[in-house]
C-alpha cells in the first residue's frame, strides 16, 4: 500500500485520537502565508523605527497562525536575552476584536495589551 505525499505510515496506521492531535497542530503551507510569513519575521526583526506593527486582513485568511508562529520565532531567537533579564519581553501581539456593538471597547483592549506586556498590574 502507498500512502499519500507527506504521510507517514505509521500516521497512517495511528489511532483517530492520535490522527486528530497531529493534524490539529498541522499548517498547512500556502506560497502567500509563507511570503506573509518572511515579510512579517523581517519587519518585526528590521522595525526600521516603527514600535507598532499592524497584520490585518479578512476573517479566517490565517493572521493568528502567523502571529502565533512569528512570535514563537522571536521567543526562540531571544530566549537567552529572556534568561539574562526576566523583564525582558521581545515581542507582545494583541487582537483587536471587532466591535459587535458598533463602538469599540478601549477598555477591554487596553487591558489586552497590559496583559500581553505581562503587567502585573493589569487587573487593578
Known amino acids: 500500500m502507498h500512502s499519500p505525499a507527506g504521510l ?3 500516521l497512517l496506521t ?3 485520537a492520535d490522527k486528530i492531535n497531529y493534524f490539529t497542530n498541522f499548517t498547512v503551507v500556502h506560497r502567500l502565508l509563507k511570503q506573509a510569513y518572511e515579510e512579517l519575521l523581517d519587519a518585526v526583526n528590521n522595525p526600521g523605527g516603527a514600535s507598532l506593527i499592524f497584520l490585518f486582513g479578512p476573517t479566517g485568511v490565517g493572521k493568528t497562525t502567523l ?3 512569528v512570535m514563537k ?3 526562540e531567537q531571544n530566549q537567552g536575552l529572556m534568561m539574562q533579564d ?3 519581553l521581545p515581542i507582545a ?3 483587536a476584536r471587532s466591535p459587535d456593538s458598533g463602538s469599540f471597547d478601549w477598555k477591554d483592549y487596553y487591558k489586552s495589551v ?3 506586556l505581562r503587567e502585573p498590574f493589569a487587573d487593578y
Request: aromatic share 10%.
Open 86 to 88: 526576566l523583564a525582558y
Open 114 to 116: 497590559l496583559i500581553a
Open 93 to 95: 501581539g494583541v487582537e
Open 8 to 10: 507517514s505510515q505509521e
Open 67 to 69: 502571529l502565533s508562529q
Open 14 to 16: 495511528a489511532s483517530d
Open 73 to 75: 520565532i522571536i521567543f
